[in-house]
């Protein structure tokens, strides 16, 4: 696997659950790693967050696009489902939650862009009234009836029943505009991210910190994936 730049590897520490690690290579030669600590950094995690929900997002619309776009014979729940987990990614970046000490400000991404700070907001409420509760939207209809009888002068009641309609989120010209906004966020995201990676490179106190390196991780090391243990 590989990230950015960069690698995984798969860390087995005794006495420990294994994790995922990440590591960077200069020249094909793995670098060595401190751990920073502080504000700065947990600010760091939640916007790295973001980054990987707005480009899950970004690749569910674009590839629900793609299927819509050159029709694909595909069952319709395929880019439905697709357009739902690119919405539910797209939400997360502009949701308070534990874990996370940031939000993404939207007045902030969309400022002096009225027409996709339109489309944010639309993209939220489809999450809200929609996708994640049961609301009120433009989306879904239900129906309650009462069938009679044809052939019954006094037309008795036959039975109950009731038809739910869902339109479908396959609108291409909605979609393009989802996946606009995504990117004006994902833009928004990267800027906070390279700017916080800088502040703690240049912030690290190398004299403080323990180096690492891929092959001495040991049960100190805290913040990696944890994975399942192969027996």
Same mark, same amino acid.
């Given at each position: 696997?590989?990230?950015?730049?960069?690698? #995984?590897?798969?860390?087995?520490?005794?006495?420990?659950?294994?994790?995922?690690?990440?590591?960077?290579?200069?020249?094909?030669?793995?670098?060595?790693?401190?751990?920073?600590?502080?504000?700065?950094?947990?600010?760091?995690?939640?916007?790295?967050? #973001?980054?990987?929900?707005?480009?899950?997002?970004?690749?569910?619309?674009?590839?629900?696009?793609?299927?819509?776009?050159?029709?694909?014979?595909?069952? %319709?729940?395929?880019? %439905?489902?697709? =357009?739902?987990?690119?919405?539910?990614?797209?939400?997360?970046?502009?949701?308070?939650? *534990? +874990?996370?000490?940031?939000?993404?400000?939207?007045?902030?991404?969309?400022?002096?862009?009225?027409?996709?700070?339109?489309?944010?907001?639309?993209?939220?409420?489809?999450?809200?009234?929609? =996708?994640?509760?049961? +609301?009120?939207?433009?989306?879904?209809?239900?129906?309650?009836?009462?069938?009679?009888?044809?052939?019954?002068?006094?037309?008795?009641?036959?039975?109950?029943?009731?038809?739910?309609?869902?339109?479908?989120?396959?609108?291409?010209? *909605?979609?393009?505009?989802? =996946?606009?906004?995504?990117?004006?966020?994902?833009?928004?995201?990267?800027?906070?991210?390279?700017?916080?990676?800088?502040?703690?490179?240049?912030?690290? *106190?190398?004299?403080?910190?323990?180096?690492?390196?891929?092959?001495? =991780?040991?049960?100190?090391?805290?913040?990696?994936?944890?994975?399942?243990?192969?027996?």
């Amino acid at each position: 696997m590989k990230f950015e730049n960069g690698e #995984y590897r798969h860390v087995s520490i005794p006495k420990s659950i294994d994790r995922i690690e990440p590591f960077m290579r200069k020249a094909g030669t793995p670098c060595p790693f401190v751990i920073p600590r502080g504000h700065e950094v947990n600010n760091l995690k939640s916007w790295a967050l #973001y980054k990987a929900d707005i480009s899950s997002a970004l690749e569910a619309f674009e590839l629900a696009l793609s299927i819509i776009d050159q029709e694909v014979s595909v069952e %319709q729940t395929v880019p %439905q489902s697709l =357009i739902f987990a690119g919405i539910t990614s797209y939400c997360k970046c502009y949701t308070s939650a *534990d +874990g996370r000490s940031t939000k993404v400000n939207p007045k902030k991404v969309f400022k002096g862009d009225s027409e996709l700070r339109s489309i944010h907001e639309k993209i939220k409420s489809i999450r809200n009234s929609y =996708i994640a509760h049961g +609301g009120i939207s433009d989306f879904e209809r239900v129906t309650v009836r009462v069938a009679l009888d044809p052939e019954s002068d006094s037309k008795a009641c036959l039975t109950t029943y009731s038809f739910v309609a869902r339109n479908p989120l396959s609108n291409i010209n *909605d979609l393009t505009q989802f =996946i606009e906004a995504a990117k004006l966020t994902g833009n928004f995201i990267d800027s906070k991210v390279k700017v916080l990676y800088e502040r703690i490179k240049e912030n690290v *106190d190398l004299e403080a910190s323990k180096i690492y390196t891929v092959d001495n =991780i040991g049960n100190d090391l805290l913040d990696g994936f944890k994975v399942p243990r192969s027996e």
